[in-house]
């Protein structure tokens, strides 16, 4: 807990001092219109940092033995992170490239995880995995008219 | 004069149309209260986007009655399962809990629905008599007076939010900073995007509510390896109207948790304390207090009753301020700018119709919303019976369409990613999140607030002690600030009188 603390609260002094570094570049005095870009950012991360040094200080005077998560406890954590990164990679990937589109790749993510981590029956995973994209689709694309990212497949049933 | 505008409202709560929504908005929202991960904020924030082209009054009144399903959500698993699905649910369960596991959860939830509705109920009243007068007031309010309710909105949670208040101001900083980045709209300059043109549209504040509340939810309970044995729900008019027999006997705990929350709950973050406020005082004026804990009725109806009376009157400083009292009501601040609305006291005389029908769609949504939960219960429940393993990727999804929706871009489902990671973290060091989202959403009003007070005045922040409302209103938020510092050296001055003043005793 202690080290996750200590990082936390040096990420934020950092964080402080990125900020103060740009606000200055801006101005944070008195422009011709009143207080300048810099301004509110620049006193913002001032007091970021000074509350950081504080808490870097409390996490220096306090004891504390309790892990902030033990190793076979993070592994479900992991489990749910990996996939849901492989899943936003598999519907649009940054850069050029085109992906599945994301109700494909929700198909596939869920499909994948029910297997991996919960074991289920083949024939619910297939039916879930097709049934669930098909129905969010029905609702979001055609009921409420909100357009997600589309790959091969939709492009193919003439989405 | 408040009469025939709440009547103006009725006339359009009370049309089919928007009773429909309302009742898709209660099942919607008992639903979202319900599953993990989905309380709500979140559930709000996912479903902003789909109201976009919708007319705004009816917008408000689907995210409204999402969030009174969502109230009414959050009993359902306190009671059945043990596990309170909002903060202020916690007191519910020390009560609701046991009662259920004596077979008696019929009891236990007609209890915790009905105590929610009169709960409910006692704010939507009273916010239909002082919202009015409350706008009126605000009306005069200039630059100073809004920077100086928005700094009393934060220090409250520094002062009175409990927990580390170093932490709460650093969450409250980092909302700020994070709506600082991008277009300044006043001078036009980038601010903080260091060349990356992915940072210039800056962070919404509804990818950051579905990261942290939804996602960072969804990893801590996965951690805890969280599985939903719920106790069984016998549910039937008998035991509703059995329940409604035994309730008019604890109407002082009724009134006294409706007082309690309504007072709490237009201040941020006040749900929380005034449910376990109510529940103590209850508890300390019963004439069984050692069956609390163990399946009383009164500790269900007392938490219960508070926590939906500071739910509603979290609305109240919404419209009449633009100030939000807790992240749902933030979400749907937001969701007023995004319909073309300027959330305030000019509300009430630019969009009666929207301000009205809204209260009056608080009444409606409320009645239609006791009566959903009583009759579908058991489905409810059943939803926490669907194995985690398809739950958890399910949320998932929606959340990231939820994400993607807002802007139609990636990187937003890129940044509820990562929101999701710090508000894992977050969760798990004690750095609340409520003020982040709060900051997030209000950043550039305060801001905008704050300059113009400063312009006002030359630069001199002299301005927000020399107008009397202003210096009145900042002199209690400096004082909620130092709260925390003033603690313990106020402690050491009244224990030093005491044991100066204890020999005269003897």
């Known amino acids: 807990m202690r080290g996750i603390n200590f990082v936390t609260a040096g990420a934020l002094m950092l964080m402080g001092g990125i900020v103060i570094y740009d606000a200055l570049r801006l101005g944070i005095g008195w422009g011709t219109e009143g207080p300048q870009s810099g301004f509110f950012p620049f006193w913002l991360a001032a007091i970021l940092v000074a509350i950081s040094m504080m808490l870097l200080l409390q996490t220096l005077l306090q004891r504390s033995e309790k892990p902030f998560v033990t190793g076979e406890r993070f592994v479900p954590v992991l489990k749910v992170l990996g996939p849901l990164a492989g899943f936003i990679v598999l519907t649009d990937p940054p850069g050029p490239w085109s992906g599945l589109g994301l109700y494909v790749a929700a198909g596939l993510y869920l499909g994948f995880y029910m297997r991996w981590v919960g074991r289920h029956d083949w024939r619910a995973v297939v039916a879930l995995s097709l049934g669930i994209p098909v129905i969010t689709f029905l609702i979001f694309e055609t009921w409420f008219l909100v357009p997600m990212p589309k790959g091969p497949v939709e492009t193919w049933f003439g989405y | ?130 919202a009015p007068l409350l706008a009126e007031v605000a009306l005069r309010f200039g630059p100073p007076e809004f920077f100086a309710i928005q700094l009393l909105t934060f220090s409250s949670f520094v002062g009175l939010g409990g927990g580390n208040p170093l932490k709460s101001l650093a969450t409250i900083l980092i909302g700020f900073i994070l709506s600082t980045v991008g277009l300044d709209i006043v001078t036009g300059q980038l601010r903080l995007t260091f060349g990356f043109t ?264 002299a301005i927000f002690f020399m107008r009397p409302i202003a210096a009145v209103i900042t002199a209690l938020a400096i004082f909620f600030f130092l709260l925390p510092a003033l603690t313990p050296w106020l402690r050491k001055v009244r224990g030093l009188a005491t044991r100066v003043a204890a020999p005269t005793h003897d």
Not at chain 2, 47 to 65: E, G, N, V, W, Y
Not at chain 2, 365 to 388: E, K, Q, S, W
């Open chain 2, 1 to 130: 004069m408040g009469l025939e505008n709440l009547l103006l409202g009725f006339q359009i709560a009370l049309t089919p149309t928007n009773i429909f929504i309302a009742l898709i908005g209660i099942l919607l929202g008992t639903i979202i209260g319900v599953l993990p991960g989905l309380g709500g904020a979140n559930g709000v924030a996912i479903l902003l986007p789909l109201t976009f082209t919708m007319p705004p009054t009816s917008a408000i009144i689907l995210l409204t009655s999402i969030y009174w399903g969502a109230l009414f959500g959050g009993a359902i698993t306190s009671i059945l399962f043990n596990i309170p699905g909002e903060p202020w649910s916690v007191a519910t369960t020390f009560d609701g809990y046991p009662l259920a596991k004596e077979g008696q959860s019929g009891q236990a939830l007609t209890a915790a629905f009905t105590s929610s509705f009169v709960g409910a109920f006692f704010s939507i009243v009273l916010i239909t008599l002082f």
């Open chain 2, 198 to 461: 992915d940072l210039m549209k800056g962070f919404d504040f509804i990818v950051a509510v579905i990261g942290l509340f939804g996602v960072g939810e969804i990893l801590l309970s996965v951690e805890e390896g969280l599985r939903f044995q719920g106790a069984k729900t016998i549910m039937n008019m008998r035991v509703v109207l059995d329940t409604w027999k035994i309730l008019p006997r604890y109407y002082r705990t009724f009134i006294r948790g409706s007082i309690i929350g309504f007072w709490m709950g237009f201040k941020p973050g006040g749900a929380t304390p005034a449910s376990f406020m109510s529940y103590a005082f209850a508890k300390r004026f019963s004439r069984h207090p050692e069956r609390f804990g163990k399946g009383e009725i009164e500790g269900i109806v007392a938490p219960e009753t508070a926590a939906h009376a500071a739910g509603v009157a979290a609305i109240l400083p919404m419209i009449t301020l633009g100030i939000p009292g807790s992240p749902t009501a933030a979400v749907m601040l937001g969701g007023l700018i995004i319909w073309g609305l300027q959330p305030g006291p000019m509300l009430f005389i630019d969009k009666p119709d929207f301000v009205w029908g809204l209260i009056a769609s608080m009444y409606t949504g409320n009645v239609i919303g006791v009566i959903v939960v009583l009759a579908f219960v058991p489905f409810f429940a059943a939803i926490l019976r669907i194995p985690f393993a398809i739950l958890t990727p399910l949320i998932i999804v929606i959340c990231a369409i939820g994400s993607y929706a807002v802007h139609n871009s990636m990187i937003d489902i890129w940044y509820m990613l990562i929101f999701g990671v710090i508000g894992y973290i977050f969760k798990k060091l004690d750095y609340p999140l409520a003020p982040l989202v709060l900051a997030l959403v209000l950043g550039d009003m305060s801001e905008n607030a704050l300059r113009q007070s400063l312009i006002m005045s030359q630069g001199s922040l």
